[in-house]
């Protein structure tokens, strides 16, 4: 153990991270193999057949061909247990499933300390979309130099085991990376100045008209900023590009009169902007400003029919931005919305609705999860085991 006296030199500071890097690392070993144990007691023979035929849980194939499959509703007990989200704790049981029954080199390198879990992961995401002769192959030739070899190296020998075996795949990913043109629009990393990140790909002759509409907007805009710089003038060439056609800015903005820190709520994006920053997108020139009424979140709304109405559903959205079970971050639109209290005993109201998505709404009704609402915006929830969440939105 390590004791203040160690501390006394710069020597004995290394000592005591080594020792933490060591346990530290040693714990990271434990954790992927207790994965592992988690998914041997949760096989697919543990789902009634009853319960497949009617829908409620399934079999999860959560590593490739040839490893063993889970019962469905088992990773998210697990994935909140590792602090994760459920989507993350399926990728990590499925990268310690996948490494321990088709990685099985890799495995024993990892179980000795010799290869990081970090990187045997790396591998194991690599090969789960492998058939089982391919994995063989990258098991064989990465295992031995995995705790060396980089990204590009685990890439290269997926890539040539995935030409040797499975050629057929091989050439559909080929011509899946082969259209990957999109645009990024981050609306989720609002500064609070306004400033949104935006990244595109596209195709060369949709590039260059693209530039030249840019290039000419910008030129244009000098003659009335002509302090400003190139890029910015670029940048806000991107808003103007419909001006001929005008544009229309619809925000949904709340802001408190009495709140001194002089910023606004836009709904649109989760994310907040000031008052100034408002104002000059509202006096933009060709902008048609549309103003909506005001959405009370603390009003109460309800309704006799079961579905929602059209402003009790924003406001639920609004309320609640992403969906209410633990660590789930999926946007509160494209959820269902529950009602906490089943209807008709409970009623379709402002309190007794929130956002679930599709598939921890499935885990509440089928899968013994249940939960209460604490406040308006704390919910606690308790597993089939008994273990329980807090979740505040």
């Known amino acids: 153990m390590t004791t203040t006296a160690d501390l006394d030199s710069p020597t004995g500071v290394l000592d005591a991270v080594r020792d933490v890097q060591s346990s530290i690392s040693e714990l990271e070993i434990d954790k992927f193999r207790l994965a592992v144990e988690w998914a041997v007691m949760h096989p697919a023979e543990s789902v009634l057949h009853a319960a497949m035929v009617d829908g409620t849980e399934d079999e999860l194939a959560i590593a490739g061909p040839g490893a063993p499959l889970v019962a469905e509703f088992c990773v998210a007990e697990l994935a909140l247990a590792l602090g994760m989200s459920t989507d993350s704790g399926k990728r990590y049981l499925g990268d310690a499933v996948e490494t321990r029954y088709r990685l099985p080199r890799l495995w024993s390198r990892v179980m000795r300390g010799e290869v990081p879990v970090w990187k045997a992961r790396q591998v194991a995401t690599r090969t789960i979309g492998l058939s089982e002769d391919a994995a063989r192959f990258v098991d064989t030739h990465v295992a031995p130099v995995a705790h060396r070899c980089s990204y590009a190296q685990i890439d290269r020998a997926v890539d040539h085991a995935r030409d040797l075996y499975d050629p057929d795949e091989a050439e559909a990913r080929r011509a899946e990376q082969a259209e990957h043109r999109h645009v990024d629009i981050r609306l989720g990393d609002v500064t609070t100045d306004g400033l949104v990140y935006i990244e595109?790909?596209?195709?060369?002759?949709?590039?260059?008209?693209?530039?030249?509409?840019?290039?000419?907007?910008?030129?244009?805009?000098?003659?009335?900023?002509?302090?400003?710089?190139?890029?910015?003038?670029?940048?806000?060439?991107?808003?103007?590009?419909?001006?001929?056609?005008?544009?229309?800015?619809?925000?949904?903005?709340?802001?408190?009169?009495?709140?001194?820190d002089g910023l606004v709520r836009v709904d649109n994006t989760k994310s907040w902007i000031t008052v100034e920053q408002l104002g000059e997108w509202c006096q933009q020139e060709h902008t048609r400003v549309t103003i909506r009424p005001v959405l009370d979140l603390n009003e109460h709304l309800h309704t006799d029919r079961y579905q929602p109405t059209d402003q009790l559903r924003e406001q639920v959205i609004q309320t609640h931005p992403t969906c209410v079970f633990p660590r789930c971050t999926r946007p509160s639109r494209r959820c269902d919305l529950d009602h906490t209290v089943e209807w008709p005993e409970g009623p379709t109201d402002s309190i007794n609705l929130v956002p679930l998505c599709r598939g921890h709404h499935r885990l509440k009704t089928h899968g013994g999860w249940t939960y209460e609402r604490l406040g308006p915006t704390a919910f606690l929830w308790t597993s089939p085991l008994g273990q329980t969440y807090l979740r505040r939105t």
């Open 200 to 260: 595109a790909t596209t195709d060369l002759a949709d590039a260059l008209a693209f530039e030249a509409q840019v290039a000419a907007k910008a030129h244009d805009l000098l003659d009335t900023h002509p302090q400003l710089s190139l890029d910015v003038r670029r940048s806000m060439a991107l808003g103007h590009l419909g001006d001929s056609v005008g544009r229309e800015l619809v925000i949904h903005a709340h802001h408190d009169v009495s709140s001194t």
